[in-house]
């Protein structure tokens, strides 16, 4: 049986987003993603986009605070539409992970900073739950602290606390890091 082409895409066409002032269209090979920008703007950050991205059959939504130069790449990156994350809405934001002290000498850095997807909100009967954290354009997996991490994570913070508790006992400034 041969398949027939999708008349939503023909072969040939430029990807590159229709933007029509702040709302635009992306045909993509296997969805569609539907973006606009959503009124709320504080000239400090980058505005916020919401994505629906769909096919055929199912939908899901994005949202994400990049400048408008950058949401071609986003858009590129993003998951199929599945069963699975059918009517879920995501936000797509940065996080930080603290780093051991031993990688810390050798990077000298504190924080590593990556990109991840949050569920904001999944249908009932959707294996995603509110709050369930993913790595970047990977919703297969989500991320999950061991109890190792959960522990050493104590570790720190208790360590930062009592640093912070000593300090103020000495009247000294409290870090930056508070």
């Known amino acids: 049986m ?5 008349p939503n895409f023909p072969e040939g066409r430029d990807l590159t987003p229709e933007l029509v002032g702040d709302e635009g269209l992306r045909r993509c090979p296997n969805y569609v993603v539907h973006f ?3 009124p709320h703007h504080d000239v400090g950050i980058p ?5 629906h991205v769909q096919n055929s059959r199912t939908f899901y939504t994005v ?3 990049i400048p408008a130069d950058e949401l071609d790449l986003v858009i590129q990156r993003l998951p199929e539409p599945s069963s699975e994350n059918e009517g879920v809405v995501f936000v797509r934001a940065r996080d930080e992970l603290i780093l051991p002290e031993d990688i810390r000498r050798l990077c000298g850095e504190t924080l590593l ?3 991840i997807y949050k569920v904001v909100s999944a249908p009932p009967g959707s294996p995603f739950k509110n709050g369930q954290r993913y790595n970047d354009a990977d919703l297969t997996r989500p991320i ?3 109890e190792a991490d959960k522990v ?3 570790k720190r913070k208790q360590a930062l606390l009592d640093r912070f508790a000593h300090e103020t006992e000495q009247g000294y400034s409290p870090s930056p890091r508070f």
């Open 2 to 6: 041969r398949r027939r082409k999708n």
């Open 36 to 38: 606009r920008r959503l």
């Open 47 to 51: 505005p916020f986009w919401e994505l």
């Open 63 to 65: 949202n994400v605070g």
């Open 113 to 115: 900073p990556f990109l």
């Open 144 to 146: 999950r602290p061991t």
């Open 152 to 154: 050493a994570n104590e």
